[in-house]
Structure formats: C-alpha cells, structure tokens
C-alpha cells in the first residue's frame, strides 16, 4: 500500500516538460536529450554532454516554451470560469458564445503564438556542441 501512495504524489508534481536538444552524432546518430544529460553515440562511441551549452540560453528557451503551454490551460480555465456559471445560472445558450471564442482563439490566436515561440526557439537555439 506504501508503495502505491508514493506512486501517485509523484504524479500530481510533474514539471512541463523540458524542450529536448537534438543532438546528430558526426557518423549520423541522433538523440533527443535534456539539457544536463550525456550521451554515448552506439555506432562510433563518442560522448556527447549537454552541459556545454550555457544553461541560462537554454533556460530562457525553456520559460518561453513554459510560457506558451500554460497559456493555453489559463485561456481555457479562463473562459470555463466565466461560461460555466453564465449557462448553469442564466441560460446554456452561452454555451454558443463559448465555442465562437474558443474557436477563434484556436484558429485565429494561437497559430501567431506557435509561429512566434518556433521562430525564438529557431532563432536563439543554435549551439555546437563537440563529443568529449
């Protein structure tokens, strides 16, 4: 039983998860790391550390990747906060006025927020990283 109660704490405290960093081997091998993390190439052998690339150019990538994911829960927190009460105490036709919303900011709004935080990430997540 201990060991089914630590199990589920665990799962109510997980982070957004880490943008991974590709890392292509010289013989062609490819890796999806975090930052932090080595890997050892299986068909040549070399070592590859993450920790080369400075750490606060890849934690500003991070916040702006965070950033993008929780806006979206917070706008959909956002409008079930106002809609719900609106269709429970008045009427469920505001149900209508929820879905417009949702779908324009579906199709209108966060398509320009994913183009920018793929042209930040494009632009500033360029390192060079040597095997050791």
């Known amino acids: 039983m201990q ?3 630590t ?11 880490p943008p991974p960093i590709t890392v292509t081997c010289d013989c062609g091998e490819r ?5 932090g993390e080595r890997w050892a190439c299986p068909t040549c052998g070399r070592q590859w550390n ?7 150019e890849y934690r500003r990538l ?10 979206a829960v917070a706008f959909i927190a ?3 906060a106002v809609f719900v009460p609106l269709m429970v105490i008045i009427d469920v036709r505001f149900s209508i ?14 398509p ?20 050791e």
């Open 3 to 5: 060991q089914l109660s």
């Open 7 to 17: 199990a589920r704490a665990g799962a109510y405290n997980r982070r957004v998860k």
């Open 31 to 35: 890796a999806s790391l975090v930052w």
């Open 50 to 56: 993450t920790r080369d690339i400075p750490e606060d």
């Open 62 to 71: 991070e916040r702006v990747v965070r950033r993008y994911q929780i806006q």
């Open 78 to 80: 956002l409008i079930a």
């Open 97 to 110: 006025s929820a879905l417009i919303l949702f779908f324009a900011w579906a199709l209108l709004i966060r």
């Open 112 to 131: 320009r927020q994913r183009r920018r935080v793929l042209e930040i990430a494009r632009e500033n997540a360029r390192w060079e990283l040597h095997p």
